[in-house]
C-alpha cells in the first residue's frame, strides 16, 4: 500500500516540475524580450518601396519620357539622345542621383541603389554595412529581359 501512495507521490512531483519548466520558458520567451521598433523598420522598408515607386513614374524633360522608360531604352542600347546630347543611360542616372540626393541625402540617410541586367552596371552610393532596410523593383524592358532596381536604406 505504501509503494502505491509513494507512486502518486512522485507523478505529482512530476507534474509540478513540468509544469515549472514550461513556466520558466514561457517567461524567458515572452517577458524577456528585447524589445524592438518595429514601426522604425517597417516606415523605412515603405520609404525604399515608395522611393522605387515614385521614381520610376517621374517625368524628365527627356522628350518627357519617365525614368523607367529611359531605363528600358538604355538596357536596349541607349540609342535615344537626351537635352545636353547625353544617352538615356547617362541621363537617368543623373535623374534618380539628383532625387536620391534631394531626398534620401538631405535626410541624412546613407543608400545605396543599385540595377542590374544594364550593361557596365549601375549603382549609386555604397553597399551598406550592418543593419539595413532592402526593397527591389523588376522592370520589364521586352518579354523574357528584365532589369532589377534595388535600394537598400542603411541603418
Given at each position: 500500500?505504501?509503494?502505491?501512495?509513494?507512486?502518486?507521490?512522485?507523478?505529482?512531483?512530476?507534474?509540478?516540475?513540468?509544469?515549472?519548466?514550461a513556466m520558466l520558458f514561457?517567461?524567458?520567451?515572452?517577458?524577456?524580450?528585447?524589445?524592438?521598433?518595429?514601426?522604425?523598420?517597417?516606415?523605412?522598408?515603405?520609404?525604399?518601396?515608395?522611393?522605387?515607386?515614385?521614381?520610376?513614374?517621374?517625368?524628365?524633360?527627356?522628350?518627357?519620357?519617365?525614368?523607367?522608360?529611359?531605363?528600358?531604352?538604355?538596357?536596349?542600347?541607349?540609342?535615344?539622345?537626351?537635352?545636353?546630347?547625353?544617352?538615356?543611360?547617362?541621363?537617368?542616372?543623373?535623374?534618380?542621383?539628383?532625387?536620391?540626393?534631394?531626398?534620401?541625402?538631405?535626410?541624412?540617410?546613407?543608400?545605396?541603389?543599385?540595377?542590374?541586367?544594364?550593361?557596365?552596371?549601375?549603382?549609386?552610393?555604397?553597399?551598406?554595412?550592418?543593419?539595413?532596410e532592402y526593397e527591389e523593383?523588376?522592370?520589364?524592358?521586352?518579354?523574357?529581359?528584365?532589369?532589377?532596381?534595388?535600394?537598400?536604406?542603411?541603418?
Open positions: 500500500m505504501a509503494s502505491k501512495a509513494q507512486m502518486e507521490i512522485l507523478g505529482l512531483a512530476i507534474v509540478v516540475i513540468l509544469i515549472a519548466l514561457a517567461v524567458q520567451f515572452f517577458l524577456l524580450k528585447p524589445v524592438s521598433e518595429p514601426t522604425k523598420t517597417v516606415k523605412e522598408s515603405f520609404l525604399a518601396a515608395n522611393f522605387l515607386n515614385s521614381c520610376l513614374g517621374t517625368s524628365t524633360k527627356c522628350f518627357d519620357r519617365n525614368i523607367k522608360e529611359l531605363l528600358q531604352n538604355c538596357a536596349l542600347g541607349g540609342s535615344l539622345n537626351c537635352p545636353g546630347n547625353i544617352n538615356s543611360c547617362l541621363y537617368s542616372r543623373q535623374e534618380i542621383e539628383k532625387m536620391l540626393d534631394s531626398s534620401l541625402g538631405l535626410w541624412k540617410k546613407s543608400y545605396f541603389f543599385n540595377i542590374d541586367g544594364l550593361a557596365g552596371g549601375f549603382s549609386i552610393g555604397d553597399a551598406c554595412k550592418g543593419e539595413k523593383h523588376p522592370v520589364v524592358v521586352r518579354p523574357g529581359f528584365d532589369i532589377l532596381l534595388s535600394l537598400e536604406i542603411c541603418g
